[in-house]
């Protein structure tokens, strides 16, 4: 198996080195270092990241209580699967907080709201760089305009809460193209100061991220059916 920590790449301190560990884990399950289904060995962690056995289980118990990780019987850790339904939740979820995140932008002055505009602009600037980016670049670059508009409301909190739903609705899309496109469609609304119009073109944008995430998804599970037929011929 690939060494992810190699040229101490993750340094470990003395203190609090289960939450430590569990940052680094969570932060490759959001990027997409560990995929669905990747087994998640306690003693390889534990020797890549220079500490306990224990500080790295008590990480993964975390994890599977943020149902990010499951533990099967004999077997170990591995990244949850996660079924439709739970997609689905997670999306619907996650499409209420945008919604009222962009309903408590209606309180910023103009001056915050010119600040958040070419917080975008550069945003912008990057993610057109980097359309035919990587999955795990794509994944930074398309939660970086959310947080933005999270940032702007100083509602830090919900960058984490959408991150953790955002790590359950995980779902290859890989459209980064697609994506910077309806942001930029949401960001004119944002110029014209059309917060009702910006709610819109959220909800178009997450509803063409759920209906796409539920074709693949699909795809998915019908591969995964066939190469499972494909064994037992």
Known sequence: MENRFENNAYPLKKMNKANMVYDILYEGIISGTWKPGDRLNDEELSRQFGTSRNSVREALSNLVRNHLVEKEHWKGYRVRSPQWKEIEEAIDIRKCLELYTIDKMRNLSDDKIDEVIKLLENHFQEAEEKVNTNQNEYKKIDMMFHQII????????????????????????????????????????????DFDGMKNKMQEHIESFKNRAQKIYQSNLQTSKDETMEKKA
């Open 150 to 193: 999270y940032n702007s409301v100083s509602e830090f909190w919900l960058t984490d809460i959408v991150e953790n739903l955002h790590a359950v609705a995980d779902i290859q899309t890989n459209r980064l193209s697609v994506s910077v496109y309806q942001h930029k469609e949401i960001y004119k609304k944002l110029l014209d100061r």
